[in-house]
């Protein structure tokens, strides 16, 4: 059970700092890249909650 806490827990912080990098680039007023960025962070969560079940 704790490793699957790991995983889920590493994929959750490297998908707030894809969201944050996006959302900066949404402020400087790229928002098609920064979106996809919000989104790519969404899905790394996705992943993390899959491998998570996994483990």
């Keep these: ?5 790991l995983v889920v827990g590493v994929h ?3 998908a707030v700092a ?3 990098f996006g959302l ?7 928002r098609i890249p920064g979106l ?3 989104g790519m ?3 790394v969560v996705g ?3 899959y491998m998570g079940r996994l483990v």
């Design 1 to 5: 059970m704790e490793q699957q806490n």
């Design 12 to 14: 959750v912080m490297v």
């Design 18 to 20: 894809i969201a944050a």
């Design 24 to 30: 900066y680039r949404v402020s400087r007023g790229q």
């Design 36 to 38: 996809l960025n919000v």
């Design 41 to 43: 962070a969404a899905a």
């Design 47 to 49: 992943v993390g909650v």
